[in-house]
């Protein structure tokens, strides 16, 4: 399996798993979004989980799939923020409408006005990489690093998975 086909089938696994439609998954090729280092986005008025070729052709296959589960989960938040999914009890209209504020105001992490730390900070963020971290454990019996800043917010948020 090339990675191209890793990077499909990791968000249609995740999105299974989430109990969501699965994300149309593109490919883009982007010098700039090369240069500042994006190499995945969630695209949530077309629901797309786009890939950086650049990045796809040179990635190690476990590390597409820890993205794919962090996009894919990016996906999750905006069918709750949308009320298109009431099946998850561990998510409340409290977080639910911070992720909706988050993602009206979102901090980019390439934007130079933005620490990394403003963007690691976000709930949505926080969320989805506690989401790609347990299931990367659980699937693969690996566990993913977790930046230190966010590292308590995210450990507690592991056992509602």
Not at 81 to 104: C, H
Not at 138 to 160: A, G, Q
């Amino acid at each position: 399996m090339d990675n191209y086909e890793v990077a499909i089938h990791g968000v249609a696994l995740a999105a299974r798993i989430l109990n969501i439609k699965t994300p149309d998954v593109q490919f883009f090729n982007d010098k700039n979004y090369t240069k500042i280092g994006i190499n995945s986005v969630f695209l949530k008025d077309k629901w797309i989980i786009g890939f950086n070729e650049a990045w796809i052709e040179s990635a190690d296959p476990l590390e597409i799939q820890v993205t794919c589960f962090h996009e894919t989960r990016h996906a999750f938040q905006w069918k709750c923020i949308n009320g298109d999914y009431s099946g998850n009890r561990n998510i409340d209209s409290e977080m639910v409408d911070i992720w909706n504020s988050e993602m009206s105001n979102y901090n980019q992490p390439t934007r130079s006005d933005v620490p990394e730390e403003d963007y690691l900070k976000q709930e949505i963020e926080i969320d989805a990489i506690a989401f790609a971290h347990y299931l990367t454990k659980k699937l693969y019996n690996v566990k993913t690093m977790i930046p230190n800043i966010i590292r308590d917010k995210v450990e507690s948020k592991l056992p509602l998975y």
